[in-house]
């Protein structure tokens, strides 16, 4: 009894340590929203997000923060968690999905990729593709991913009286980087 | 022994599966890590009358313009023949405010009533967080100069010209909708009057009173609320001299926001702007028609990165 005890608990710890070593956290992160309106352009980055990445089965999780944006105007930042994203409610963006290439993540290389899941914004799920390039290198794996958000899609209200003000497509670049060292 | 192993299987079975959503994972780490600071307990620095503990945020400047119409109330000087105190201006100011830092603003401002000058500064003692931090608490201070002729020899000494306040400011915002301020303070007066009360007794004013202060913001949607407040000030002086009453200031307006301005629609009966002035001055009442139209409009610059 005491045997079969010893070799299943052995047995479970080696998968969970197997798990492990193969989730990777990012080890650094940004996050940039830009958008073009007639008025003036809005520009944020975030460098407050984290990702996760398993290569067993190519399953990644990213979850941002909102209130981390930077924007160049504070007024602008607070508007844009109070009146639009409204962080206090919704307080992270995330995406979780699956990248759809075959990767060798234990080789070097270079791979343009696509990813499928769920984006969620402002309490909003929405089934995605998104696309990028994975950079392997060093013991390094670098994600870049640019990808537009119609902020329709999110039930994103905008008043009518600065509609000029804010686009209603948002481009978003996403830099991670995962260390497996 | 069996249960053991029941026990054991399960709990590594449970962290497997709590391995297994990576999204859970992250976000549990990243609530677990958030105590950021409430944002926008208020619009802007001010309510009707009194200051809120909203500060001018880094590097930026609050260019405002606020004005008071006349007394509403044909028993208290307006009426029909006004336009309801449209024709008059009780008080009308212009003011800059700059952040310095995220937690300390200056600001200069010019007013109509007995031309004033004022110098004011706002300190953040303590921001309100979502754990562990249940208040907002401001200093302010501010002192006034009035440039007028000196109609007799009142001014012969010119620090007779100056009045200073102080205040701590202490608010809570309440979820998305609420905010209250309670806002202790005291006021110096250089020069006071001296008056007769009818009679045959002299009464002088204090130089030196406490306030205390109190006020609202109730938002009826994200970009408009109700605002409202009031102040009273603590004098013997006050209560004794009959032939001039003296009442509390409290004031109603509507908020607006637009993005880039903050607009107030007021109704007060304060006659000034500036607490140096309306703490000891108010002698108009709501009862007696005592009560000006107002508005404000804020707009704040970006004059460098924050």
Same mark, same amino acid.
């Given at each position: 009894?005491?045997?079969?005890?010893?070799?299943?608990?052995?047995?479970?710890?080696?998968?969970?340590?197997?798990?492990?070593?193969?989730?990777?956290?990012?080890?650094?992160?940004?996050?940039?929203?830009?958008?073009?309106?007639?008025?003036?352009?809005?520009?944020?980055?975030?460098?407050?997000?984290?990702?996760?990445?398993?290569?067993?089965?190519?399953?990644?999780?990213?979850?941002?923060?909102?209130?981390?944006?930077?924007?160049?105007?504070?007024?602008?930042?607070?508007?844009?968690?109070?009146?639009?994203?409204?962080?206090?409610?919704?307080?992270?963006?995330?995406?979780?999905?699956?990248?759809?290439?075959?990767?060798?993540?234990?080789?070097?290389?270079?791979?343009?990729?696509?990813?499928?899941?769920?984006?969620?914004?402002?309490?909003?799920?929405?089934?995605?593709?998104?696309?990028?390039?994975?950079?392997?290198?060093?013991?390094?794996?670098?994600?870049?991913?640019?990808?537009?958000?119609?902020?329709?899609?999110?039930?994103?209200?905008?008043?009518?009286?600065?509609?000029?003000?804010?686009?209603?497509?948002?481009?978003?670049?996403?830099?991670?980087?995962?260390?497996?060292? | 022994?069996?249960?053991?192993?029941?026990?054991?299987?399960?709990?590594?079975?449970?962290?497997?599966?709590?391995?297994?959503?990576?999204?859970?994972?992250?976000?549990?780490?990243?609530?677990?890590?958030?105590?950021?600071?409430?944002?926008?307990?208020?619009?802007?620095?001010?309510?009707?009358?009194?200051?809120?503990?909203?500060?001018?945020?880094?590097?930026?400047?609050?260019?405002?313009?606020?004005?008071?119409?006349?007394?509403?109330?044909?028993?208290?000087?307006?009426?029909?023949?006004?336009?309801?105190?449209?024709?008059?201006?009780?008080?009308?100011?212009?003011?800059?405010?700059?952040?310095?830092?995220?937690?300390?603003?200056?600001?200069?401002?010019?007013?109509?009533?007995?031309?004033?000058?004022?110098?004011?500064?706002?300190?953040?003692?303590?921001?309100?967080?979502?754990?562990?931090?249940?208040?907002?608490?401001?200093?302010?201070?501010?002192?006034?100069?009035?440039?007028?002729?000196?109609?007799?020899?009142?001014?012969?000494?010119?620090?007779?010209?100056?009045?200073?306040?102080?205040?701590?400011? @202490?608010?809570?915002?309440? %979820?998305? $909708?609420?905010? =209250?301020?309670?806002?202790? +303070? *005291? !006021?110096?007066?250089?020069?006071? #009057?001296?008056?007769?009360?009818?009679?045959?007794?002299?009464?002088?004013?204090?130089?030196?009173? @406490?306030?205390?202060?109190? %006020?609202? $913001?109730?938002? =009826?949607?994200?970009?408009? +609320? *109700? !605002?409202?407040?009031?102040?009273? #000030?603590?004098?013997?002086?006050?209560?004794?001299?009959?032939?001039?009453?003296?009442?509390?200031? @409290?004031?109603?307006?509507?908020?607006?926001?637009?993005?880039?301005?903050?607009?107030?629609?007021?109704?007060?009966?304060?006659?000034?702007?500036?607490?140096?002035?309306?703490?000891?001055?108010?002698?108009?009442?709501?009862?007696?028609?005592?009560?000006?139209?107002?508005?404000?409009?804020?707009?704040?610059?970006?004059?460098?990165?924050?």
């Amino acid at each position: 009894m005491t045997k079969i005890l010893l070799t299943i608990i052995t047995l479970v710890f080696s998968i969970t340590n197997v798990m492990y070593a193969q989730t990777y956290k990012s080890a650094s992160s940004n996050i940039r929203f830009f958008s073009e309106a007639p008025l003036e352009n809005i520009e944020a980055n975030n460098e407050k997000s984290t990702g996760v990445l398993r290569t067993t089965d190519n399953m990644m999780a990213v979850v941002i923060p909102i209130k981390s944006f930077e924007f160049e105007k504070a007024l602008m930042q607070e508007h844009f968690n109070e009146t639009y994203m409204e962080s206090d409610k919704y307080k992270n963006a995330s995406f979780k999905g699956k990248i759809n290439e075959k990767i060798n993540w234990s080789k070097d290389g270079e791979y343009d990729a696509t990813a499928t899941g769920t984006m969620h914004i402002h309490g909003v799920d929405k089934e995605v593709t998104i696309k990028g390039t994975i950079v392997i290198k060093d013991g390094k794996i670098n994600f870049e991913s640019k990808f537009q958000i119609s902020i329709a899609d999110y039930k994103i209200k905008i008043p009518k009286a600065v509609i000029t003000n804010i686009a209603e497509i948002v481009d978003v670049t996403m830099k991670m980087t995962f260390a497996t060292k | 022994m069996r249960i053991f192993t029941t026990l054991t299987l399960l709990f590594f079975s449970l962290l497997s599966f709590a391995q297994d959503d990576l999204l859970d994972m992250l976000e549990d780490e990243s609530d677990a890590n958030n105590n950021s600071e409430v944002f926008a307990t208020w619009k802007t620095m001010r309510l009707v009358n009194i200051h809120s503990t909203e500060m001018v945020k880094k590097n930026a400047l609050d260019f405002r313009v606020t004005h008071r119409f006349g007394n509403m109330g044909a028993e208290s000087g307006g009426g029909g023949h006004t336009l309801y105190g449209l024709d008059n201006s009780s008080d009308i100011r212009i003011s800059f405010d700059y952040g310095i830092t995220e937690k300390w603003q200056i600001g200069i401002g010019r007013s109509k009533y007995k031309e004033l000058i004022d110098l004011s500064t706002k300190y953040k003692l303590l921001a309100q967080k979502e754990k562990n931090a249940p208040l907002t608490i401001v200093a302010f201070g501010a002192v006034s100069i009035t440039p007028q002729k000196d109609p007799d020899t009142r001014y012969s000494d010119w620090q007779n010209r100056l009045t200073y306040v102080a205040e701590v400011l @202490f608010a809570r915002k309440f %979820g998305q $909708r609420l905010s =209250i301020e309670l806002a202790p +303070g *005291i !006021i110096h007066r250089n020069m006071v #009057t001296q008056v007769l009360d009818g009679e045959g007794n002299t009464l002088t004013d204090e130089n030196t009173n @406490f306030t205390l202060g109190g %006020g609202a $913001r109730f938002m =009826i949607t994200k970009r408009v +609320g *109700i !605002i409202v407040d009031y102040v009273h #000030t603590f004098s013997e002086f006050r209560g004794n001299y009959k032939p001039q009453n003296f009442y509390d200031p @409290f004031g109603v307006g509507v908020e607006i926001e637009t993005g880039g301005h903050v607009f107030h629609l007021t109704l007060t009966n304060a006659p000034a702007i500036i607490e140096n002035a309306y703490l000891p001055e108010t002698t108009d009442s709501w009862a007696k028609g005592g009560v000006k139209l107002g508005f404000n409009i804020s707009r704040v610059f970006q004059l460098g990165k924050h």
